[in-house]
């Protein structure tokens, strides 16, 4: 059991240092390719696949 | 007849002595020579007087009792501890709890030269029992019975009345079926001591948990060893060593958590790479999107932490991003809402949500980028300003949290196993937790 947790804890060690050296997140992105160039000179070209986001209107 | 050692150098071999039961005519063999007290007939079960020569018949039972073949026959010769022994003697002694009878078995085991040894069996637990020679000491503090014996503590585990309810083979004390003993155990997994009291006399022995499997091997016994059923009194817990070493080895790893996070925090660029201050007039009908100037990432794959710091008051606004690298139209998108909203109410003033917003994007590459921005908010709310800023190589303090999450679950898993396993064992005890109390009052 000893040697089990060992080796799982230096698993968990070696994910932990992999993340933050690679810069991994939790954040939800989407990767998209193949933006075309024109974007650059005509921003309203690019359609966000969170522009149909539903949005919170709230307060109490 | 007994060959005896008459010879003391060397020892001549033990021989068994042939004899018959005056009760049925049986032919009986006395294998522990002039030290059993009493011999059993297997025959008939008379208890006969193994001092007398006539074999005087002591107690009859068997009318009274059926039969309860012992695991290790008699006569059975094994090796136990690198002494060998066989097996002279068997009897079955049972204790009531709660009206409910539990019985166990013991095994009278015979070395010419080293004497008599014992083994119990309960539910396929059992365990190697010898007589002590010293007296262990008796101490009681607040009410906690323990005894001390070698410099080791035993605790009180259970006082019960134990009656002997079959026999068989040979004893070295005078045995009765009927007859009954106070039996007290003290524990200290994995040895248990036991004292019977039996009018003023009172004998200690130690016995030491051992496996069936090993039984089954030191006395060469056909067949498999029943799986033990439940906690035994003295059993060693498989976790409690388990626990304590996990506990160290999680200490370790939590130093060395807080090591890494002091170091990533220390060594990490954590450096500003773009800043821009915008407003976004809710009642213009222009297209609002844009795009920022360029702005390089450099060194290794890393993340890139966007920050949006707004002006919002009771209002909202949405931020479309789309992160693009110039050179390879790669592009991170996501949406991000900043709501800040507050007021009064009847539990006095209250407010809800932040006018500021973090995201790290994950493992962006070095290159070329630019951001492309559409903010979206109810028309008519007049102008939000807001202010992007973007940090490159931020540490992600949240992983640091979930590694220790991650090493501190198996961790509680092996102590709440070994908790259990206590549990288990005190709860067949006098000093069982509460509910298993509770539980035998309802039966009442």
New interface residues.
Partial sequence: MRALYLFYGLIILALLTMAEYRGWSLASVNEVKNVPRSVRDNPGSYRSVYSSYHHYTGGK | MVVSSDHPNPPATPQVKAMNCPGCGAALTLRSFTQAVTVVCQSCHSILDAQDPQLKILQQFQKTTGEDPPLIPLGTRGKLRGTAYEAVGFQRRTIHVDGIPYSWHEYVLFNPYKGFRYLTEYNGHWNDVSTLKALPTLNSFVGEVTVSYLGEKYRHFQTAEAATTYVLGEFPWQVRVGETNEVTDYVSPPRVLSSEKSGKEVSWSMGEYVSGRDVWKAFSLAGEPSQPIGVYENQPSPFSA?TK??WT??AA?AL??IV?LIG?ASF?GNEQVFQGDYAFDTNSRS?P???TDPFELKG?????ELSTHTSLD?N?I?L???L?N?DT???????R?V?Y?H?Y?EDGS?T??SRSDS??????PPGTY?L???P?S?RGHGTIHYAITARR?V??F???GI?LL??LV??AL?TWRSINFEHMRWAESDHAPMESRNDGDDDE
Avoid at chain 2, 329 to 335: P, R
Avoid at chain 2, 359 to 364: E, G, K, L, T
Wanted: glycine share 4%; hydrophobic share 45%.
């Fill in positions: 388990d070493q996990i080895i999680f790893f060395l958590v890494m990533f990490a297209e999107s844009f795009v290794r794959t890393s993340t890139l009771n909202w949405y479309n991003y789309a693009v110039q139209e790669k592009a991170y998108d996501f949406g809402e709501s909203y007021g109410d209250w809800e949500g995201v790290a994007i994950p493992s962006v630019y492309r921005v559409e979206e109810d190589d540490p992600q949240s992983f640091f590694a991650a090493l198996p961790a092996i």
